[in-house]
């Protein structure tokens, strides 16, 4: 299975914090582990804000993510026109194109948000 793994995911995974049932996912081998150009680009935002939540080099994340087997799936416009059809569930752009990136290419989002998960389509909510 295509798994895009949404960023707050990323962070944990490369802190060693992922919930158990995620780590099921990323563990598995026979699934392909994607992570979203969107997702650094919302790391080195937030970071730069000064979130405590974000407070990881984005620079190691990226070089991690390649690393440990990761595929970066760019932002197209075809995942941004996506977003036009996407109710209003979530108002955070960042999980709005990683949604609308798993429609378009028919992938899986692994998330952790409770918002995230109410959207329809290939979500997969895990328990943080």
Known sequence: MKLLIDTHLLLWAAADELPAEAERFIANESNLLLFSSASIWEVVIKCGLGRSDFSVDPYALYGG???????????????????????????????????????????????????VAQYRGPVIFVKN
Not at 68 to 75: A, K, W
Not at 80 to 87: Q, R
Not at 88 to 103: C, E, G, T, Y
Request: hydrophobic share 45%; with cysteine; proline share 6%.
């Open 65 to 115: 993510l390649l690393e440990n087997g990761y595929e970066e799936l760019c932002v197209a416009a075809k995942h941004a026109l996506t977003i036009h059809a996407l109710p209003p569930i979530h108002k955070d752009p960042f999980d709005r194109i990683l949604v609308s990136q798993a429609i378009s290419e028919g992938v899986h989002l692994l998330t952790s948000d409770n918002l």
